[in-house]
């Protein structure tokens, strides 16, 4: 059962910027923290950022902090990942999920979309 699905992701230059989004259902936007997760080829799966459940609180890793911006909105049952200033070590599958807690720990997370390829060109 898929509870969240990611779109927006493709090639793009490097420098360049993209939207993800992550659309789901009303009843887990409304009780859940979001959070972005990517994984590329042979690595492990990290975090990318979170938001709570209100939007007032947003966690960021320290290397991305200032080139990407999460926000939410709840009208539309929407989460998005706004990455500027691209670069190929960028380049990953990137995926949503849905929890109680907003945290860094995958764990924590119930709810997870099947991801969205980016692509970062040279």
């Known amino acids: 059962q898929v509870h969240l699905v990611e779109s927006g992701g493709g090639l793009v230059q490097t420098g360049g910027s993209v939207r993800l989004s992550c659309a789901a259902s009303?009843?887990?936007?409304?009780?859940?923290?979001v959070g972005w997760f990517r994984q590329a080829p042979g690595k492990e799966r990290e975090f990318v950022a979170s938001?709570?459940?209100?939007?007032?609180?947003?966690n960021y890793v320290v290397d991305m902090k200032g080139r990407f911006v999460i926000s939410r909105d709840n009208a539309k049952s929407t989460v998005y990942l706004q990455m500027n200033d691209l670069n190929p070590e960028d380049t990953a599958v990137y995926y949503c999920?849905?929890?109680?807690?907003?945290?860094?720990?995958?764990?924590?997370?119930?709810?997870w979309g099947q991801g969205t390829q980016v692509t970062v060109s040279s």
């Open positions: 999920a849905a929890g109680p807690y907003n945290g860094f720990d995958s764990g924590t997370y119930e709810y």
């Open positions: 009303a009843r887990i936007f409304s009780t859940n923290a």
């Open positions: 938001i709570s459940r209100d939007g007032e609180s947003k």
